[in-house]
Structure formats: structure tokens, C-alpha cells
């Protein structure tokens, strides 16, 4: 099976722009969730979407959007580029949204805002 | 609100020994722990898990250890090997995954 796969992998905007990001699962996984790694903070939770549906939310503004299509593609999107917001944008994809599913993820997207 | 904390940020071992990785968490509601291993440049490849119902679980050269009363995981790599040489990072699995900030291990030839 392909793995989870991000487009664009690399991406540099300025500050004011904003960005959409795209993300498509492992075939037959159902939800897809995104996370933001920045040095020394990890991976922070930005919002998780099954079946079209937002499940969940981290604690990120409201710049910060996202959506799933039917085919469980999902997008998410960042409004009015803050320089914070230069990180690795990671999606991961599970089958369900059980307890106890693994999420998998793919190589992300570097976004560098100047 | 760090829920899930790795506090060692590097850890080096010589080639052939063993690797201890730990993980401490804060929420007793954690029911799934995961650790993932990360390359420059590479989202977290997964590589090992165990529920709560257990306190160890094994893969060839990987066992991951829960102890729950601890509120503490960790990761034995034995033996470690240069191409372990990459950050590791734990995680937990409550109404979402929850993961710590990554502990950077290199393994000395």
C-alpha cells in the first residue's frame, strides 16, 4: 500500500499570505489528522477529521483550518502567515478513530514564512 | 500543557549497547502508548506499541515497558545500532494522540 502522502513537501510564503496544504491517507483510512513540529515543542495537535467531519481541535487560532473530502483527502489551510507559523506541517492517517489506532504518518510539509 | 514529557533531549550509546528511552505522562486515562522514530526530514515512522492492559511488548530489537502506577514508559533498544541513530518520540492516546517533545538518540560506531 502507498503510505500517507503531503504536496507540497516545501513551501515558502511572506507574512500576511496564506497557505493550503495538502494531505492523502493510506487507502481505506479514514481519518486524517495534522500536527504542527516546531524545534523543542514536538508535535502540537491542530485537528483531527473523520469522515468529513472535524472530530477534534488542538489549541491552535482560528487561522488555522481544515477540511476532509469524501475520498478522505484532506486539506488544511493557514491564513495570514505569521512568522511562528514557519514548521513542519505533519498529517497522519488511521484507519478509524478507536482508542487504540496507530497513526501513520508522511514526510510533511516545510513551510517557511519570511 | 505538556500531558505527555520526555525530559532527556540526547542520549549517546555506543554501538552494541543498550538504548533507554524514557517517557513519563501525566493523565491515568491514557490507554495506548506508541513510540515513533524520526529522521531529518521524514515524518515519525511507527515503531512499536502497547496497550494499558499490558506492561511490555516486544519486536526484535525493540520492548517498550508501561509501568502505569509510574505514569512512565520507556524504550529498550538493545543492541543499538548506528542506524537507530535518529529522535524518538513517544505518545499517548486519550480523546487524541498526545506526544512528548522527542529524545535525540546517537549511537557511536
Known amino acids: 500500500k502507498a503510505g500517507v502522502t503531503q504536496t507540497p513537501r516545501y513551501l515558502i510564503k511572506t507574512r500576511g499570505q496564506q497557505v493550503t496544504l495538502s494531505c492523502s491517507p493510506i487507502?481505506?483510512?479514514?481519518?486524517v489528522s495534522w500536527y504542527q513540529q516546531t524545534p523543542g515543542q514536538g508535535l502540537q495537535f491542530l485537528f483531527e477529521?473523520?469522515?468529513?467531519?472535524?472530530?477534534n481541535k488542538g489549541n491552535f487560532p482560528g487561522r488555522f483550518s481544515g477540511r476532509q473530502f469524501s475520498n478522505s483527502r484532506s486539506e488544511m489551510n493557514v491564513s495570514t502567515l505569521e512568522l511562528g507559523d514557519s514548521a513542519l506541517y505533519l498529517c497522519?492517517?488511521?484507519?478509524?478513530?478507536?482508542?487504540?489506532?496507530?497513526?501513520?504518518f508522511g514526510p510533511g510539509t516545510r513551510l517557511l514564512v519570511l | 500543557d505538556q500531558q505527555v514529557k520526555q525530559n532527556s533531549p540526547s542520549l549517546s550509546v555506543q554501538e552494541g549497547r543498550i538504548s533507554i528511552l524514557n517517557c513519563d505522562y501525566t493523565?491515568?486515562?491514557?490507554?495506548?502508548f506508541l513510540w515513533y522514530k524520526k529522521y531529518p526530514a521524514e515524518g515519525p515512522t511507527f515503531l512499536i506499541s502497547?496497550?494499558?492492559?499490558?506492561d511490555k511488548n516486544e519486536d526484535g530489537r525493540f520492548t517498550v515497558f508501561l509501568n502505569k502506577s509510574a505514569k512512565h514508559l520507556s524504550l529498550h533498544i538493545v543492541p543499538s545500532q548506528p542506524g537507530d541513530s535518529a529522535v524518538y518520540f513517544c505518545?499517548?492516546?486519550?480523546?487524541?494522540?498526545?506526544f512528548g517533545t522527542g529524545t535525540s538518540l546517537t549511537v557511536i560506531p
Open positions: 502497547i496497550s494499558s492492559i499490558k
Open positions: 477529521y473523520f469522515s468529513e467531519t472535524q472530530r
Open positions: 487507502s481505506g483510512h479514514r481519518s
Open positions: 505518545a499517548a492516546s486519550g480523546n487524541q494522540f498526545y
Open positions: 497522519a492517517s488511521s484507519l478509524a478513530t478507536s482508542a487504540q489506532e496507530t497513526q501513520y
Open positions: 493523565n491515568s486515562m491514557f490507554d495506548y
